[in-house]
């Protein structure tokens, strides 16, 4: 994941990365660093196959828990599609649906986006890109806006478009 306070971009490990060991410089850690918490730490009902140590991926619950982000680790780029974290990310699509939120795949600085009855691609995501899920008359779909296009009000929050053209901010 991309921290900024330590010029540290996505896709390559922390500088400051120890084996075995965790991070060198813990105690005086940036803030991103602080508030951040992996899912696997703070989710008792997720299992030990999602360590991610063993799972290669990092899940995080972005915005106010409104999207589950699964961050992978860039040298097993395909460990989401395997089993069981294929068809739990596919359930939890299912779910976040229902609840107006989102669960993303992200692979360095790209981004497929999980749904119920697909994958979408969206490819490269720039920071302050919005993803947005439109309801249609064939089911779900998914794409990305850059910042500029998303009204001010809407900035920083995962939106939904309904069917019927209703825009629903989560």
């Known amino acids: 994941m991309r921290i900024d306070a330590l010029n540290k ?8 990365s120890v084996t075995k060991k965790g991070c060198a410089i813990y105690p005086q850690r940036p803030a991103e660093c602080q508030t951040f918490y992996c899912a696997w730490l703070i989710n008792a009902e997720l299992g030990d196959e999602w360590k ?16 589950i982000a699964a961050h992978v680790d860039a ?4 460990a989401w599609r395997n089993e069981p974290y294929y068809s739990q990310l596919k359930q939890w699509a299912w ?7 989102q669960v993303c795949v992200y692979v ?7 749904l119920p009855t697909k994958d979408v ?3 490269k995501f720039e920071p302050g890109d919005h993803i947005i899920t ?3 008359s064939d089911g779900w779909d998914a ?7 998303v009204r001010p009000e809407d900035r920083g929050r995962w939106i939904n478009i309904s069917k019927d053209g209703v825009r629903r901010l989560i």
Not at 53 to 59: C, F, G, I, R, Y
Not at 75 to 78: D, E, S, Y
Not at 143 to 149: A, H, N, Q, S, T
Request: hydrophobic share 35%; glycine share 10%.
């Open 9 to 16: 971009p996505v896709g390559v490990w922390c500088q400051h």
């Open 52 to 67: 991610p140590t063993t799972s290669k991926m990092v899940l995080f619950y972005e915005g106010e828990g409104n999207r």
């Open 75 to 78: 040298g097993w780029p395909a």
């Open 95 to 101: 779910s976040a649906i229902e609840h107006k939120g």
């Open 108 to 114: 360095k600085d790209h981004v497929i986006v999980i």
């Open 121 to 123: 691609d969206l490819g």
């Open 134 to 136: 439109a309801e249609r």
């Open 143 to 149: 794409y990305k806006i850059p910042l500029e296009d």
